[in-house]
């Protein structure tokens, strides 16, 4: 019994470390929780604008899913960054002054080695515009 107990513990353990392809420092970045990522309405330049898509390649909601949200979360301009995993779609609201569609696929896209593919992106304009 106990055999079998710490096979089920070592599998287990395994399929958590290996599940997720990112690298030691995306790790580290998820670890850095006393980031502010709030952005108030004295700090947008630009028009509100809201990016969703799919990204493709992701194995799990907590080394995956969650990665992603945050570093999408710290990119200037960002307001509000959302990924859920079972529908494997993300938004992001962001101020077209400081981010592009373009710069927000690269870093998804970057995030471990290029496990992550963005596909289907849509991007509206139909937010407020503040000065």
């Known amino acids: 019994m106990k055999i079998l107990k710490r096979s089920l513990i070592m599998v287990a353990a395994s399929a958590l470390l290996f599940s997720c392809k990112q690298s030691s420092n995306e790790q580290n970045d998820t670890n850095a929780e006393n980031i502010n990522t709030e952005v108030t309405s004295d700090e947008i330049a ?22 992603i949200e945050k570093k999408l979360a710290n990119l200037a301009g960002v307001q509000l960054a959302s990924v859920d995993f079972e529908s494997k779609t993300a938004v992001v609201e962001f101020d077209d002054a400081k981010q592009n569609a373009e710069s927000i696929t690269k870093t998804v896209e970057e995030i471990a080695n290029g496990a992550y593919t963005v596909e289907n992106l849509i991007v509206s304009k139909d937010l407020a515009v503040l000065d």
């Not at 630009?46 to 990665?67: D, H, L, P, Y």
């Open 46 to 67: 630009g028009t509100i604008q809201k990016a969703s898509f799919q990204i493709e390649g992701m194995s799990c909601a907590i080394g995956c899913a969650n990665v």
